[in-house]
């Protein structure tokens, strides 16, 4: 069974900067897009960032110039390394992961989430 192990939430002051990790084990086949969305209270689960498995990137305007995400294919690990925080980064952020098996087609993973605080 696949799972998806988050690390790296917290609380941080304005300005300050956290770095997030998600590791997938188990039995897994080719791991594709690795993702990270955020959700706010009462909003809905928005997407972060997005880093293929070659190293393409994108993330939403709101982060660019202060996010990075990047993966460790040896590994299965993608992180996010979060500066510049500001109060309106804070959410529960989770990994997403997408993998493929041949001989059965792609799935999807979850990871539960884990709190962003920016507050002073």
């Known amino acids: 069974q696949v799972q998806l192990v988050e690390s790296g939430g917290g609380v941080v002051q304005p300005g300050g900067s956290l770095r997030r990790s998600c590791a997938a084990s188990?039995?897994?086949?080719?791991?594709?897009?690795m993702r990270w969305y955020r959700q706010a209270p009462g909003k809905q689960r928005d997407l972060v960032a997005d880093?293929?498995?070659?190293?393409?990137?994108s993330y939403v305007d709101a982060v660019k110039g202060r996010f990075t995400i990047s993966r460790d294919n040896a590994k299965n690990t993608v992180y996010l390394q979060m500066n510049s925080l500001k109060p309106e980064d804070t959410a529960v952020y989770y990994c997403n992961v997408w993998t493929w098996v041949s001989s059965t087609g792609s799935y999807e993973y979850w990871g539960q989430g884990t709190q962003v605080t920016v507050s002073s």
């Open positions: 188990g039995t897994i086949g080719r791991v594709n897009n």
């Open positions: 880093i293929s498995r070659s190293g393409s990137t």
